[in-house]
């Protein structure tokens, strides 16, 4: 496994005058899980291409360690791919897909059927190994193409693209828990594109968000969701996503009734608020008033909604305990906030 | 406003009756194949294999006399005319021209910017916008949307949900919304009717249903993840379990730790004295535990739900 650097990495399509990703800088370090997140139309894919060797960047490098495999080809990469539909030999069994990518290597069939029982132990599809395809389930289907990806004793970096996407979401936990067992024991380098919050914030140690082409913010998942860099980050994490207050939001300077536990500068800082961190209390000459109250469920026997606040032209949302009519006036209290440092930037 | 009586999505379920009221929103909230676009075809009167009697307004409904639209899951929108000329598709049918209503429903749904865009030049959210925006053109009654956002991602969807309430109160329509989602179903139903299997199971406030549950089943969907057993009557939602703050709770092992950042999903063998079972438990933030450590879990009594067998 090694450590991969994207080093001042742009790209254009050919017949494309705009830029699809611009001045990437980013290290994966070799053994850790990666996460690039965004939208769709984000350049997730574009990305990957890169990584895999199927696309080369039109400025900038790429490392594989310290090798420069800008202009290397995917064939000379050794990458894995894992995709989101599971890609797998319908009329072999699992265990001659898995030994497929070994024999094409020139391992032995001794050597390779010992290597491909070992890793579908590890994946726990052991039991289906002389069924084929067809007879297992999407949840074994997917497992078995990660085998067949993963069965390689020389990969360097695995890449995996949306791989839940066909899986059922009760499932989709267990094998992202098999998933991570394997990538530890083996202490693989893994990068992982996704759309899906809890994929990236689960999955790995450090998670990229992308948009419009360019890595707004590269942190673990608590720096991302606590600390954004940028008002986009802020408000794309976490659903709902952050509302801002202070410098760059408009009218929101000399907002009253609004009291923070950790001191604050509104007309100098942009300042980011989650509904959870905000604690509304009702007073019936209170400056925010109630204009939405949506259910969330109970706590301990009490009633939980999560509210939108307005002030003037200001809207923050937060969780309120108990009994709330929209109508009525509330005084709001920050217990933390998190202060933006580039709170102008507004990507997408 | 709208009325379905002896509601059945076939011929061997069980009927029901529901209805819609002006100026509200009624969601249905089912798993696929439950019947819920079944329902929404008798609502909007096309061929379906549901049955029932369908009033508006306490008259029966007649197709094509133009109180009910329909916005579906997929966007439909005339690929070849601009935003302006699909909102005013409808009015232009009934021989009706008028500007000001094309630009008043396009600012509705906030796509007052893109009147002289193509629909392919628009996001997916647009798109579902402008379909909004032309299903209101003919000012229905009745709105019928069937999992209007599940093309949508999840931002797209927060926006729009949000929107909703504002558009229902402004326009005074009477709101059908299926999902499959229980967190859209209790953030924007004023009532609530859950579909399992071709029947209506339970029907009221989404509170109400959240809180007493008529059985298993009706626990079970409206909750995300899924409940947890207790006992062979007792079940407990994932959001009402919580780490013990003393020695008291249900020894138990981490199998795997998640999180949304808002959320965490801790899945767990949580030892009872009847065995073992496989919970999931929803708390607020990201949490530091990991995958095979011991931790004791409690419920607080108040949130056990007695389901009976």
Not at chain 1, 238 to 254: D, H, L, N, Y
Request: aromatic share 6%; hydrophobic share 40%.
């Amino acid at each position: 496994m090694a450590t991969i650097r994207l080093e001042n990495v742009s790209f254009s399509y050919p017949s494309s005058e705009e830029t699809t990703l611009r001045d990437l800088h980013l290290t994966v370090e070799h053994g850790s899980t990666h996460a690039l997140l965004g939208a769709s139309g984000a350049g997730k894919t574009t990305l990957l291409n890169l990584l895999s060797g199927l696309l080369h960047p039109s400025e900038g490098n790429v490392f594989i360690d310290d090798r420069d495999v800008s202009l290397v080809g995917a064939r000379e990469r050794n990458v894995a791919l894992v995709f989101q539909f599971p890609v797998l030999y319908e009329s072999k069994s699992v265990l001659a897909n898995l030994t497929f990518p070994l024999l094409n290597r020139g391992w032995s069939k001794v050597d390779a059927k010992a290597r491909a029982l070992e890793i579908a132990k590890e994946l726990e599809i052991d039991d289906v190994v002389s069924a084929r395809p067809g007879q297992l389930s999407l949840f074994q289907k997917q497992l078995a193409a990660i085998g067949k990806s993963l069965v390689r004793t020389d990969v360097d970096l695995v890449l995996l693209d949306e791989p839940l996407t066909a899986v059922e979401p009760a499932m989709k936990w267990r094998l992202r828990q098999t998933l991570s067992k394997f990538q530890k024991h083996h202490g693989l380098t893994m990068i992982y594109v996704t759309h899906d919050q809890t994929e990236a914030l689960t999955f790995a140690s450090e998670v990229s968000v992308l948009a419009n082409g360019a890595i707004l913010q590269t942190g673990t998942p608590t720096e991302i969701y606590d600390h954004p860099a940028n008002t986009f980050v802020g408000n794309f994490i976490g659903s709902p996503g952050m509302r801002f207050v202070g410098k760059g939001a408009v009218g929101t300077e000399t907002l009253t009734d609004l009291e923070f536990e950790q001191p604050v500068q509104l007309e100098r800082q942009t300042v980011g608020l989650r509904s959870e961190w905000l604690d509304p209390r009702a007073h019936g000459s209170g400056a925010w008033e109630v204009t939405g109250s949506r259910l969330l469920g109970t706590r301990a026997g009490e009633v939980r909604s999560l509210l939108t606040l307005t002030q003037g032209a200001a809207e923050l949302l937060a969780e309120g305990a108990g009994a709330w009519s929209v109508g009525s006036r509330a005084t709001l209290r920050a217990k933390r906030h998190a202060v933006i440092p580039a709170g102008d930037i507004h990507a997408g | 406003m709208l009325a379905i009586n002896q509601l059945k999505i076939r011929p061997s379920s069980k009927p029901a009756d529901i209805a819609c009221t002006a100026g509200s929103i009624t969601v249905v909230l089912g798993r696929n194949q439950s019947g819920k676009t079944d329902l929404c075809r008798l609502a909007a009167g096309l061929p379906t294999k549901a049955s029932g009697t369908v009033t508006i307004g306490g008259e029966i409904y007649q197709r094509k006399s133009g109180p009910v639209a329909m916005v579906f899951q997929a966007f439909v929108n005339y690929p070849s005319w601009t935003v302006a000329g699909n909102i005013a598709s409808p009015m232009q049918a009934a021989g009706i021209r008028d500007e000001g209503r094309v630009r008043e429903l396009a600012a509705l749904v906030k796509i007052e910017h893109l009147l002289h865009r193509m629909p392919d030049e628009l996001s997916g959210g647009q798109q579902q916008r402008l379909a909004i925006a032309r299903a209101l053109a003919k000012k229905p009654k009745v709105l019928l949307m069937d999992e209007p956002f599940v093309n949508l991602d999840f931002k797209l969807r927060e926006a729009l949900n949000a929107e909703l309430r504002t558009l229902v109160e402004e326009t005074g329509v009477a709101l059908l919304f299926t999902t499959s989602d229980p967190s859209d179903a209790l953030a924007l139903a004023d009532q609530l009717i859950l579909l399992e299997s071709h029947e209506v199971l339970q029907q009221g406030s989404a509170l109400e249903l959240y809180r007493s549950p008529v059985g298993f089943a009706a626990a079970d969907l409206l909750s995300d993840p899924g409940i947890n057993r207790l006992s062979d009557t007792q079940y407990v939602r994932p959001e009402h379990v919580h780490l013990s703050a003393d020695s008291n709770g249900h020894s138990s092992t981490l199998r795997a730790v998640e999180t949304n950042g808002a959320q965490s999903y801790l899945h767990a063998d949580v030892t009872l004295t009847h065995g073992t079972e496989e919970w999931v438990v929803k708390l607020p933030g990201i949490v530091t535990h990991q995958a095979g450590e011991h931790v004791l879990l409690a419920v607080d009594h108040r949130d056990v739900l007695e389901l009976g067998a």
